[in-house]
Structure formats: C-alpha cells, structure tokens
C-alpha cells in the first residue's frame, strides 16, 4: 500500500512538473498573457481542468516551486540554534541560496524568465501577493517566539524588513540582468555586496531581536 501510495504521488508529481514546463516553455516563447491555459493542456496532452487541479490560477503555473522557498525560510528562522537572532538566521539562509546568489554562469532560461516575469503585470502583481502572504506568515511566527503582545507591530516590521530585502535583491539583479551591463561573476559578487550592505543596515535596529533561547522562544 505505500508503494502504491508512493507511486500516485510521484506520478502526480511528474505530471505537475511536465504541465509546468509545458507552459514555461510556451511562456519564454510567446509571452505570458499571449498563451492560454487551453492551450498549455493541448501541448502537455491533458484535459484543461487537469492544468487547474494542480494549479488554480495561470499564474501559478510560472510560481509553484515558490512553496519550497517559504517553507525553506521559516524553518531557517523557526530552527536557528539558541542565542542565535532572526538577523543572523535569515543572514545564512539568505546568502546560502542558489539562482541568483550562485557563482556560477547566468542560463538563458533565467534571462528568459526575468524578461517574461517583469513583462507581464499579472506575473509581477501576483508575485507581490506571493510574498506578501509570505511576509504575514513568517510575522506570525515572529510574534509567537517573541511572545508579541496582539496588535503588536514590531514582529511584521521585522517581516517586512527581511523579505524587503529578498525583494529588492531581485529587482536589482533583474534590473542587471535585462540591461546586459553585468555578468557573472561579477553580477553574483555585486548582487552578494548589496546583501552585505542591507544586512550590516538593517544590524542596527534588528541585530539583538528575537534571541532565541533554549525553550524555543525568543527575546524581543
């Protein structure tokens, strides 16, 4: 029965990631809003409703994997060893990431992607939504390690703070990348700077906030 139960998902999966790549592949080539989710189900060879079983909205079909960057984000904060800050935590993880962060030579499926996301207003604004719900969600688990009193502000400025910054490291490489004036390695060192300088700023208010002690909660 597991295995069986291991097989559907891995099928699923499969399918989810050919739809995906279906549609990428039909995005890059005629722009987003010029491709309809008909015909993505027509290319991958599925019924319509099947795109939309596994993704609600057209949109998804560009953001999906984004549900492992937040899941990814919360555990480097919710598992920070004792007397580590959320500053430091995020620090790690965000200068551990891959993609933009990586040294390692731009692929022209990212230039194609960064060029088709910052074209389209429904893939930036849903990008926004993204990380907005994203922000709250990390907020909330701020505010519970730090034992924030309700209708405390501090734990979602310290939200907003963190992933402000995710996001305005994006829109600067994507800026870099669509002008063609920076390459890597030069792009990953500059994009890397840019981190440093933000984190050493944002050191000054956030630097002794959410300590975490060894009962799993944290200072304010």
Do not use: C
Not at 10 to 19: A, D, F, M, N, S
Not at 57 to 75: G, H, I, M, P
Not at 132 to 143: E, F, K, N, Q, V
Not at 176 to 197: F, H, M, S, V, Y
């Amino acid at each position: 029965m597991a295995e069986q139960i291991g097989l559907r998902e891995r099928k699923k999966l499969k399918t989810r990631e050919h739809i995906a790549e279906t549609a990428r592949g039909l995005f890059a080539e005629r722009g987003f809003e010029r491709v309809t989710v008909a015909e993505i189900a027509h290319i991958a060879e599925v019924a319509e409703q099947t795109v939309y079983n596994y993704f609600p909205t057209k949109e998804d079909l560009v953001y999906w994997r984004l549900e492992s960057f937040e899941q990814a984000l919360l555990s480097a904060i919710r598992d920070r060893p004792p007397g580590e800050t959320l500053l430091a935590a995020f620090r790690r993880w965000l200068l551990a990431q891959r993609g933009l962060l990586a040294e390692e030579p731009l692929s022209d499926e990212l230039k194609t992607l960064t060029r088709m996301i910052t074209e389209s207003p429904a893939l930036l604004a849903r990008e926004q939504e993204i990380f907005a719900r994203y922000t709250d969600t990390l907020a909330r688990l701020i505010a519970t390690e730090t034992r924030a009193r309700p209708g405390d502000i501090e734990p979602w400025v310290a939200a907003n703070a963190l992933l402000g910054t995710h996001r305005a490291l994006v829109h600067y490489a994507r800026t870099k990348i669509l002008d063609g004036t920076t390459r890597n390695p030069r792009l990953t060192r500059n994009i890397r700077a840019q981190a440093e300088t933000a984190l050493t700023r944002l050191e000054a208010g956030l630097g002794s906030y959410g300590i975490k002690k060894a009962s799993g909660t944290s200072e304010p």
